[in-house]
């Protein structure tokens, strides 16, 4: 059963960048698309960003031109590179597969100030 570790979050200012990681454990990325999802309060869980195995890559029209998502297979690593933040950026950043396929992690929150 692969594990998910979400790190890297915090709290920025509206414009500021973070970059968020997930450690997987449990069995190689290597096959899989691998997403990133947040969830906001009071709303449910939302698609950010997707790297197929094949390294290309789809981004929520909220994110498109800001964020950047990347993996590392030797690692076992995806990353999510987040610039230009804004306010309604705030909220738990998960990874997961892509559908999502594993139990998720605690996800890592992001708080962006304004």
């Known amino acids: 059963q692969v594990q998910l570790v979400e790190s890297g979050g915090g709290l920025v200012q509206a414009g500021g960048s973070l970059r968020l990681s997930c450690a997987t454990s449990?069995?190689?990325?290597?096959?899989?698309?691998m997403g990133w999802f947040r969830q906001a309060p009071g709303k449910e869980r939302e698609f950010v960003a997707t790297?197929?195995?094949?390294?290309?890559?789809t981004y929520a029209d909220s994110v498109k031109g800001r964020f950047t998502i990347s993996r590392d297979n030797a690692k076992n690593m995806v990353y999510l590179q987040m610039s230009s933040l804004k306010p309604e950026d705030t909220a738990v950043y998960y990874c997961?597969?892509?559908?999502?396929?594993?139990?998720w992690g605690q996800g890592t929150q992001v708080t962006v100030s304004s």
């Open positions: 790297i197929r195995w094949s390294r290309s890559t």
């Open positions: 449990g069995g190689s990325l290597s096959t899989y698309n």
């Open positions: 997961n597969a892509d559908p999502p396929n594993w139990p």
